[in-house]
């Protein structure tokens, strides 16, 4: 009986099995499907907010948050992972008093989870590559005053500086006031706070110069 019963099982199984596959490779395919339609390049509705969008420039989807393209400008065969955040300003609509906020050059690559979070002035030369979850803002929150929430406080804004060919680590910060030169290594959780000088490397918190290069 049980032999029987074993035996029964197997057809009933095997159809579980293929309908569990096929289903897989439905939801991958779909998932491919809509990495390709999502992602957002200079031709497509959303591309066009952007006060510039570059040739052969992608954002993958998904994206996290991008608001007030409008100042933001971005050069030609440069790639943004996904869960990228790209915003100017605190709220969507809000009207800057530079355009543009954030600049970021020709073939240059983020990490997945990275942002750019800019109010002033945020530059990003060519050839720059970022590792994952990098962060970059040129605001910081205030906590001088001990009867405001610091959520409620902030600093002036200070523009942020990225040089020519530079690598940032994963999980690296840039903070406001930072200028990084060119061919400049930021090494992995790095935060970054003030001026670091070309062709060197650079590690710590805050991020001090470990080696001259050339």
């Known amino acids: 009986m049980l032999e029987r019963d074993a035996v029964a099982r197997t057809p009933v199984r095997r159809l579980l099995t293929g309908l569990k596959r096929a289903a897989g490779e439905g939801v991958l395919r ?3 499907l809509a990495i390709e339609l999502g992602a957002i390049g200079p031709d497509t509705r959303r591309g066009k907010r952007f006060g510039r969008f570059g040739r052969n420039s992608v954002i993958c989807f998904p994206p996290n948050t991008l608001f007030n393209e409008e100042y933001i400008h971005i050069g030609d065969g440069t790639l943004f992972g996904p869960q990228i955040t790209l915003s100017a300003g605190m709220i969507p609509g ?4 530079t355009d543009p906020v954030i600049s970021v050059g020709d073939r240059c690559l983020f990490g997945k989870g990275s942002g750019i979070v800019g109010h ?5 030369g060519n050839d720059v590559w970022t590792g994952h979850h990098v ?3 040129d605001q910081n929150h205030g906590y001088e005053d ?4 610091i959520s409620k406080q ?3 804004e200070r523009p942020v500086s990225i040089g020519d060919g530079s690598w940032l680590g994963h999980g690296s910060v840039v903070l406001p006031g930072a200028r990084i030169g060119k061919h400049v290594v930021v090494a992995a959780n790095s935060v970054v706070t003030g001026v670091l000088p070309d062709n060197c490397v650079a590690a710590g918190v805050p991020a001090r110069v470990i080696k001259q290069l050339g």
């Open 120 to 124: 002033l002035e945020i530059r990003v």
């Open 135 to 137: 962060y970059i803002t």
């Open 94 to 97: 809000q009207e800057m008093v």
């Open 30 to 32: 779909g998932w491919d």
């Open 154 to 156: 902030v600093m002036p």
């Open 146 to 149: 001990l009867d405001l929430p």
